[in-house]
């Protein structure tokens, strides 16, 4: 291990990717330096917001092939993370269950049809499962007797976010990551390291400004005693919503999907649209307990595509997650993490060796060289 006066990385953002990446390096021995201008727990992150399903097939209908490629692959890897991690993550690989009410019965071919033609056929095969009212109800007791159709996504998964913060956090500790927590960082105040990794998600829009925040709202509640076993997702033509059950009957609920960088608290009638929704689908979240009506912004790029962004020097920006982060991180993230030790150790110093990179990589429509801010 290098033990220099600078270390070998400086992540920049210690939410959801920042924590990831720097785990990463620190197992592969390097030393590494994470800042993070909230808390250890990650409460200033779009991460500690997220519902963190981690919904390949249902995203289909709205997002692209990469995307869903991505999503398929860090399903496969994520119970690989998390066994490597100090502190236990609830994570469950037990389905989503699609449904809408008969009013709004017009949504379902539309979904239908949006994730038959962007998924690909091996994941629709067998994950695409359609479930009479009946087998509904078999499938998600809790909903018997109240939808007359639905879907059965088989393979999708979920997990608990902010034990995953926790844990990262533990587990960065563990690996001997130097963090710095409450420390912003600026571009006028860059900590030294050899490489400079960041991840700060919208905090990075001084440097992108293309970047913008998408904002999210979500409710979060305690409702014992309905015992959904899955996400459900209620197609709705103005308030598709999901309720993903986490441990212990609570639930999040959400998510609102607004343009603009808006982070006030979450508006009345956000709050009456999502909480309604939900109690139309189980009367019993009108007991419920609201513990939190929370919102953030989704970090994201123009193309609504994530991107390794690299400044043609001694920099790598890891952004453009959008609501997806959860779902593609450890894919993202380790190509991250193979990128920068590349150029740590000199085997990407130009535009050529870059393209070179970029063709050979696992996942090379991430990469982009960020020729706006490449030294003169
Ligand atoms: C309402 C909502 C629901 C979502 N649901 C899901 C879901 O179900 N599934 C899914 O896959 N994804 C979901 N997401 C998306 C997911 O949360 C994001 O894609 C993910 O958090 C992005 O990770 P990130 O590390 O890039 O950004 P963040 O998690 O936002 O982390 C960026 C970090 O950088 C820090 N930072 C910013 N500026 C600075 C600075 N100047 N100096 C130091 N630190 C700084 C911030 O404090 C933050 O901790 C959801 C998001 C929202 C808002």
């Known amino acids: 291990m290098n033990r220099s006066a600078q270390p070998d990385f400086a992540v920049l953002g210690g939410g959801l990717c920042g924590r990831l990446v720097a785990w990463r390096l620190a197992g592969q021995g390097h030393r590494v330096a994470l800042y993070e201008r909230g808390d250890a727990a990650g409460s200033q992150a779009a991460a500690w917001v997220a519902a963190a399903m981690l919904a390949p097939l249902a995203e289909a209908a709205s997002a692209e092939l990469l995307i869903t490629r991505l999503g398929a692959s860090s399903l496969d890897t994520w119970p690989q993370v998390l066994a490597e991690l100090p502190e236990p993550v609830f994570f469950q690989r037990n389905g989503t269950l699609v449904v809408w009410h008969h009013a709004d019965r017009t949504e379902a071919p539309l979904f239908e049809r949006r994730v038959r033609s962007n998924a690909p056929a091996d994941l629709l095969d067998g994950g695409f499962v359609t479930l009479t009212g009946a087998q509904v109800g078999a499938a998600e007791p809790a909903l018997a007797g109240r939808f007359n159709q639905g879907w059965l996504l088989p393979r999708e998964g979920q997990l608990d976010n902010r034990q995953v913060l926790a844990a990262l956090a533990a587990g960065l500790a563990e690996r001997g990551v130097e963090t710095h927590w ?96 939900a109690f139309s689908v189980h009367p019993g979240f009108g007991e419920a307990r609201i513990l939190e009506l929370n919102s953030q912004c989704r970090p994201t790029l123009p193309d609504h595509r994530p991107a390794l962004l690299w400044d043609g020097a001694r920099t790598l920006r890891v952004n453009g997650l959008y609501r ?53």
């Open 324 to 376: 997806h982060g959860y779902m593609i991180v450890p894919e993202v993230a380790d190509e991250a993490v193979r990128f920068a030790s590349a150029l740590l150790d000199g085997r990407i110093g130009d535009a050529d060796a870059f393209a070179e990179w970029r063709r050979d990589a696992r996942w090379s429509e991430l990469f982009q060289q960020d020729r706006a801010r490449e030294p003169a």
């Open 182 to 277: 409450n420390t912003p960082v600026d571009e006028q105040s860059l900590p030294p390291a050899r490489i400079t990794i960041d991840c700060r998600g919208l905090g990075a829009k001084p440097v992108l400004p293309t970047l913008r925040g998408i904002r999210g709202e979500v409710a979060r509640v305690h409702a014992p005693g309905i015992n959904l076993t899955r996400p459900v997702r209620l197609l709705h033509p103005r308030y598709p919503l999901y309720i993903a059950p986490k441990q212990n009957d609570l639930y999040v609920i959400g998510a609102t999907e607004v343009e603009g960088e808006d982070m006030s608290p979450v508006s009345v009638r956000s709050a009456l649209e999502l909480l309604s929704a």
